[in-house]
């Protein structure tokens, strides 16, 4: 079972700002992690998943990174926008059967 | 898109009254889950799907029963409702994406008084 942790709970930038969110993991023997999107009273979004074999991901203007060594994930989002206010959550998996989840940061980017 | 329906979205029942959910989707996926989501608690495995018929408990199961009898269908039963089991509750299906990603429906908020 991984044990999975956000740090901070909360987050609030100004716009253009580039900020990184943590997710940590107890359990080196990793499958993949997935990094979600989610605004509020909505559903969660999958905005990108690294697998156990890579060191990074990116799309557009997020880019995450593996380091199961350290049991580290990180999330960076480059020049943020107001559109990027949400909680973001990661999902760890030792074996693709089943997915531990953090509690969430919670990203206020401010105009 | 996966193809994932909740039912009903929202519902608000009475302590000691049974409730069941409902998770469809369209695209013969093997593995579904149900998870709820608690402020503080992020998203916490209820149980799960990896076949019709087979199913196994996640971490908060207490309270809660699940039945698939056909593969497109995943039902969540309160056998009695409590106000703790007041929350927001999510299917998911597991696909392949070049590795095992989840994909989540849209959640039914459930309300017990």
């Known amino acids: 079972k991984q044990e999975v942790t956000q740090i901070p709970a909360a987050l609030s930038v100004p716009e253009g700002e580039n900020l990184v969110l943590n997710c940590s993991f107890t359990d080196s023997a990793i499958y993949n992690l997935q990094w979600f999107r989610q605004d509020p009273g909505k559903g969660l979004t999958s905005l990108l998943l690294i697998q156990s074999s890579q060191r990074e991901q990116t799309s557009g203007r997020l880019n995450a990174s593996l380091d199961k060594s350290s049991g580290r994930s990180t999330l960076y989002i480059a020049a943020s926008q107001p559109g990027d206010s949400a909680t973001y959550l990661c999902?760890?998996?030792?074996?693709?059967?089943?997915?531990?989840f953090g509690t969430g940061t919670s990203l206020t980017v401010i105009p | 898109d996966a193809g994932i329906t909740q039912s009903p979205r929202h519902k608000v029942t009475e302590t000691g009254t049974p409730v069941t959910l409902r998770c469809h989707q369209t695209?013969?996926?093997?593995?579904m889950y149900w998870y709820r989501q608690d402020p503080g608690h992020g998203l916490r495995l209820i149980h799960y799907?990896?076949?019709?018929?087979?199913?196994d408990k996640g971490e908060v199961s207490d309270g809660y029963s699940v039945s698939r009898s056909k593969t497109e269908d995943f039902l969540l039963t309160l056998e009695s409702a409590t106000s703790s089991q007041t929350s927001v509750y999510f299917c998911?299906?597991?696909?392949?994406?070049?590795?095992?990603?989840?994909?989540f429906g849209p959640g039914t908020r459930l309300t017990v008084t």
């Open positions: 695209e013969n996926h093997r593995y």
């Open positions: 998911a299906i597991r696909y392949w994406n070049g590795s095992y990603e989840q994909y």
């Open positions: 999902a760890a998996s030792n074996t693709g059967n089943q997915f531990y």
């Open positions: 799907s990896y076949g019709v018929k087979d199913t």
